[in-house]
């Protein structure tokens, strides 16, 4: 029985967006609506043609498919991006040379497809939409190092290969249709009231990552064209397809609206234990009291954490409350940020921690200390769980933490020392951690910052009796980040 294997980068992928007012969902997830065939989908966000490779689906692609198999292949966002080595490639250089995208699909895919007797399918990328209307340039994915359109048509050409111009399709779409009805076939991150009817905000949409609509219009249109093909895989279209309609598009269930205001620094008047030089402190999330909660400094050394359990603030899937010492940069800002900290207070007590953070919002003068805020992160420190302390963690969604590089079975204590950082590269965030003379890193693709529109916050942060003193503390722009 041939089946249907899907590869590719988050335009294909399946997410868990379960906080998203329409969540995003890869064009892979809704084959199986146009097709009698088994559809696996392999696909991972954040993923480039040369980057996958790395990854054990592509083994188990390779190991799985079978003759009389077909398998979509649908890379090129990621490719592009010129300043991350580990997944650019060149659309400019020829099939021959090692570094061209033409290399990367046809030697780490096509070739090998074929000798397994299975049919591959190339897939141009799909445009990042835009509200000014100006279709050119990156968007379209036609960057300095090449047309990325253009190198698939032309490998498809020379290897006599069938490909489905997802480019194209989305290019007259987004020029045919008024970018607020555009914007439906896109996911779309929060909502907002008006006239007492909860709306999607126009401001939180997902340029790049596919609506259930989406996902749905581009597998149809794959379906169609491979109908209308001599591929074998046609036989496997169903009868009668049709375009999806606007009205399958419906608010995630699940979705909370949670009104969020960007914090105002400039009249901000903190208390006695949330003041500092440079930095802002603040303390907010499910603390039952602020007492007790420090977040302040000077002269480049600061305390940041919870003097007592009393006041409680812990890191965990349901809630999180702490305090935060934290400069707010653009949204488009890369960076690296880097302190040495050293343990003043601690508690041995579970979901405490203590580090640098990089956040998609902060909040200021919370009213109520018991609000539980359940938002996305990335962090370089140091989180107790049972006995396990972890030394990098994120929350990759509203419902789960995710805990990276176990350190071992201890706790923390008074007067151990770690250095810090946390690096921002476009899509690619990195932390790094120096603890009792190991190094530990992690890497975290295609992050989401979820709800400040305009910034992103990166400080320092403390909790749950602990209290660390963070000094050497650096913070460096480095350019802007390239578009997801």
Not at 412 to 434: F, N
Not at 440 to 458: H, Q, S
């Amino acid at each position: 029985m041939s089946r249907l294997y899907v590869v590719g980068d988050s335009t294909v992928a399946k997410f868990n967006d379960v906080s998203y007012f329409y969540p995003r969902y890869g064009y892979g997830t809704q084959l199986n609506r146009f097709f009698d065939i088994e559809v696996i989908n392999l696909a991972l966000s954040g993923r480039s043609s040369k980057s996958y490779v790395f990854d054990p689906e592509y083994n188990k692609l390779l190991d799985s498919i079978e003759p009389d198999d077909y398998v979509i292949i649908g890379f090129g966002h990621n490719d592009e991006k010129y300043d991350d080595s580990f997944r650019f490639t060149s659309a400019n250089l020829g099939i021959e040379d090692e570094s061209s995208f033409k290399h990367s699909l046809y030697y780490n895919y096509v070739e090998k497809i074929i000798e397994k007797h299975a049919t591959p399918i190339l897939a141009t990328p799909i445009i990042r939409i835009t509200p000014d209307n100006n279709y050119d340039g990156d968007v379209i994915h036609k960057t300095i190092y090449g047309d990325y359109r253009m190198a698939i048509l032309e490998l498809c050409k020379e290897k006599n290969l069938l490909s489905v111009d997802l480019n194209l399709i989305s290019l007259n779409q987004a020029k045919k249709l008024p970018y607020e009805r555009l914007a439906l076939y896109h996911a779309i991150t929060k909502g907002k009231m008006v006239d007492g009817k909860l709306v999607y905000n126009e401001k939180s949409v997902d340029k790049t990552h596919l609506s259930y609509l989406g996902a749905s219009y581009y597998a149809y249109h794959i379906a169609r064209i491979i109908k209308d093909s001599n591929n074998n895989l046609a036989k496997y279209v169903k009868d009668n397809i049709k375009e999806p309609e606007i009205s399958e598009l419906e608010i995630n269930p699940l979705y909370k609206y949670i009104p969020y205001i960007t914090p105002d620094l400039d009249n901000y008047k903190p208390t006695d234990s949330f003041k500092c030089d440079e930095y802002y402190g603040t303390a907010f999330g499910n603390l039952d009291s602020f007492d007790g909660f420090i977040a302040n400094g000077s002269n480049g050394k600061y305390y940041v954490g919870n003097e007592s359990l009393k006041p409680h603030g812990k890191i965990n899937a349901s809630s999180e409350g702490f305090s935060f010492l934290f400069k707010r940069i653009n949204k488009s800002d890369n960076f690296i940020f880097k302190a040495k900290a050293k343990v003043i207070k601690c508690a041995n007590a579970r979901q405490a921690g203590f580090g640098l953070m990089l956040r998609g919002d902060s909040y200021l003068n919370q009213d109520n200390p018991n609000h539980s805020i359940v938002t996305n992160y990335i962090a370089s420190g140091l989180i107790t769980t049972d006995k396990v302390t972890y030394g990098a963690f994120s929350r990759l969604s509203t419902t789960d933490l995710l805990r990276l590089s176990p350190l071992g079975e201890f706790f923390y204590k008074v007067d151990d020392i770690v250095e810090l950082e946390i690096e921002r590269l476009g899509q690619v965030v990195k932390t790094k951690l120096i603890y009792n003379g190991k190094e530990y890193n992690n890497t975290f693709t295609d992050y989401d910052y979820y709800n400040d529109d305009k910034y992103l916050f990166v400080g320092m942060f403390g909790t749950n009796g602990t209290v660390a003193l963070f000094d050497n503390v650096e913070l460096k722009l480095t350019g802007r980040a390239m578009e997801a």
